[in-house]
């Protein structure tokens, strides 16, 4: 059993950075892949970025490659999502999730999901 708890969104302008914290309760949290998936009023839950619970393999959407980086510490079962050059376009709730194949979570068949944190970006 894993839970998820993110923090770390918030309001920030256009340009602007923010680090997403993803901690994790459970002793198997560093076998599990991780990923980050958002969602904004009205449109469907995305998939942002995924990692596989090594570290080695990161994968991301073409919308936030080069601007957004995914990472993890195993040892604080904590995964992060460093997010720059943030735009209007990303606001939204994201949420993070976890499951043992990292192709389960590219696709966001995951087993654990947590509640979600507001980031909001502003013009």
């Known amino acids: 059993q894993v839970q998820l708890e993110e923090s770390g969104g918030g309001l920030v302008q256009a340009g602007g950075s923010l680090r997403l914290s993803c901690a994790a309760s459970g002793r198997t949290f560093s076998s599990y892949a991780m990923g980050w998936f958002r969602q904004a009023p009205g449109k469907e839950r995305e998939f942002v970025a995924a990692?596989?619970?090594?570290?080695?393999?990161?994968i991301y959407a073409d919308s936030v490659k080069g601007r957004f980086t995914i990472s993890r510490d195993n040892a604080k079962n904590t995964g992060y999502l460093q997010m720059n050059s943030l735009k209007p376009e990303d606001t939204a709730v994201y949420f993070c999730a976890a499951d043992p194949r990292l192709s389960a979570v590219r696709v966001g068949d995951c087993d654990y999901w947590g509640q979600g944190t507001q980031v909001t970006v502003s013009s």
């Open positions: 990692i596989r619970w090594s570290g080695a393999t990161t």
